[in-house]
């Protein structure tokens, strides 16, 4: 599904990105962690095609098309989601509204009937259930004032009505207590299916707790490290960082 090929990525003239490889499947579940500062909300970026963020030598394939050469938009419409660390505030526009226009967007691209009115509400309910979302949350405007926890939540019900092949998760864990991060966790398990893939970025084995990855990638510097099953997270959540960070320091 995702075929990431020696990925180099500047930011503001400084490479941040140093040669990232990593092949996801449907239907699996892949976690980068790492230390503050490594590149895993860069290489997040990079994905989903953020301005400031120039790759200077990789490739990146997704369902088969060249992911690099596809505007932002239509990256989205390919099928690929991104939970963002910080999701953005849109004052007067209700996710309601947002998330309509954005599913309809994505039908017309693969040439689909918009869906009416009664579709569309049929479709939100299920989701609202799925994610536990109150309807009260979804009239406002899109993540003003909400909490860290609805913020999240709200993303998580994003995903959901836009039903993604590939959904990335960029921090969906920090800021929460326990049981935001079980709804967001339970959320994400629940959408999960074998034509669907997701990948989880985060810095603590917390989030991991609740979403068992089939694969664990450590990123540092710039670069995967380590890779493993989910054994690797307990291992990092026991030894910290710096036992795979020396090593790694040692060989660059
Ligand atoms: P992580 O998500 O692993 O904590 P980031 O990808 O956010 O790491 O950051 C990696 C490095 O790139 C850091 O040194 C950070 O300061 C730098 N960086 C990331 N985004 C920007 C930006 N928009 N402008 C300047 N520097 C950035
Ligand atoms: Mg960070
Ligand atoms: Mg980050």
């Known amino acids: 599904m995702l075929s990431i090929k020696n990925i180099h990525a500047n930011v503001e003239g400084k490479q941040i990105l140093k040669g990232i490889n990593l092949e996801i499947k449907a239907g699996e579940v892949h976690a980068i962690m790492g230390p503050n500062g490594s590149g895993k909300s860069t290489l997040a970026s990079v994905l989903a095609g953020r301005e400031q963020y120039e790759v200077t030598e990789g490739k990146v394939t997704f369902l088969g098309k060249n992911l690099l050469d596809l505007e932002p938009e239509d990256r989205a419409r390919e099928g690929l989601f991104l939970a963002f660390q ?13 998330i309509k226009a954005a599913v309809n967007e994505k039908r017309k691209y ?30 406002r405007s899109i993540n003003e004032g909400f909490s860290g926890g609805e913020k999240k939540r709200n993303e998580v019900f994003q995903m959901a009505m836009l039903e993604p092949k590939l959904a990335i ?26 034509e669907q893939a997701v990948l ?25 490290v380590k890779s493993g099953t ?11 960082y710096d036992f795979i960070t020396e090593e790694a320091d040692l060989t660059i």
């Not at 800021?175 to 967001?184: K, Q, S, T």
């Not at 989880?200 to 995967?224: A, C, E, K, S």
């Open 86 to 98: 910080y999701p953005v505030e849109i004052p007067g526009v209700s996710t309601t509204n947002f």
């Open 110 to 139: 693969h040439g689909q009937e918009p869906l009416d009115s009664v579709a569309f509400l049929k479709t939100m309910k299920e989701k609202m259930k799925l994610v536990e979302i109150d309807q009260s949350l979804l009239s």
């Open 169 to 194: 998760l960029d921090e969906t864990d920090s800021g929460l207590d326990i049981d935001a991060l079980r709804i967001v966790a339970n959320g994400i398990n629940k959408l999960h299916n074998p």
């Open 200 to 224: 989880v970025i985060t810095h603590y084995q917390r989030l991991l707790d609740y979403i068992q990855p089939d694969f664990v990638h450590v990123l540092y510097n710039g670069r995967i």
């Open 230 to 240: 989910k054994e690797l997270a307990l291992e990092l959540e026991e030894k910290g």
